[in-house]
């Protein structure tokens, strides 16, 4: 079975990408390679048999049509996206262009060439989304976001996340194109770009820098590991049910005050400071403007229909993660050099 992954070069499509040819699927990887792309993240299975690497944008529906017709995918994984909340609030033209004007782009490709293929049985055309989509929970643990929570997106990008799942379902319905949906909680795990919370905290503490708090720390996200993620959008690609959609939760709500101080006391054990616990570093800064409070998933439809079933705790999963950037500066020092890396973003109007 062939699949067509977009942004395979990223944090979670790299991890489908690796999973994938693990497990003897033929994977083609589309990816135009943005700031946020590292090739390195497929390293280890650049050189199977099994896999491809197709440099387009899907903003080029020329290049995407060329795609299909080379390469004749089974089942389509669309991951690639502007996926940088503060980037969104800077600069909301390219999520706009990518995700909503990228995703029409891929469902026209997607549709052109099933059709002309024949309607071939078990094509599916996966669009992997957020839970952002559905807005801000109550502080209620009793209150989580199901599949049939009403959309509220409140952030540019959830905005444009929001505007490609409503595309992909009007594709189903209008066109019987076959897809399915996930929208999914936070990620984390190796291989994360060094401009989000998790990465960022890991390796300011390295350097001895501060580490930056957005508020009053209290906002909840509900964290995903990434692997697990991974392993779930191959089970809802390959199994899940024509038109229907999965969330995907890591159910391990923190705030991110705790999950800060997580990290820190893995620190301090794994790679002790000269003096001091690295929990002093914490520093708390201007919150993002419209910052969900909470966000927490029912994953219980993929887990009693599909069998889905996660493989680590939060705690379990921050130490390995840790570990891996610990054990891999070669990955991740590059990147540091990349464009709004390390610097605040977002803060939005003054
Ligand atoms: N990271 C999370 O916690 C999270 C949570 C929920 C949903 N998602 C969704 O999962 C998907 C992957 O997220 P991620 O964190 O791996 O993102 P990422 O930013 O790490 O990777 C995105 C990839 O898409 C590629 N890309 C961007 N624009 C493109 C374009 N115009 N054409 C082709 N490729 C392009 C980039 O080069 C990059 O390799 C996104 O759709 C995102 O909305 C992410």
Known sequence: MKLLVTGGAGFIGSAVVRLAV???????N?????????????EP????????????????RGALDAAFAAHRPDIVLHLAAESHVDRSIDGPADFIDTNITGTFNMLEAARKYWQAAGRPDGFRFHHVSTDEVFGSLPADPAVQFTEATAYDPRSPYSASKAASDHLVRAWFETY?????????????GPYHFPEKLIPVVILNALAGRPLPIYGDGSNIRDWLYVEDHADALLLVATKGAMGRSYNIGGENERTNLQLVRTICTILDRLRPRGSGAYADLI??????PGHDARYAINPSRIRDELGWRLSVTVEEGLERTVRWYLDNEAWWRPLLARQGVGQRLGKGAP
């Open 22 to 28: 693990e497990r003897g699927y033929q994977v083609v």
């Open 176 to 188: 019987g194109l076959p897809v399915v949906l996930s929208n999914c909680s936070n990620n984390y």
């Open 45 to 60: 299975v650049a050189d199977s048999p099994l896999y491809a690497f197709v440099q387009a944008d899907i903003r080029d």
């Open 30 to 42: 589309l990816d135009a390679l943005t700031y946020a792309a590292n090739l390195a993240n497929v």
């Open 283 to 288: 520093t708390f800064v201007a919150d993002r």
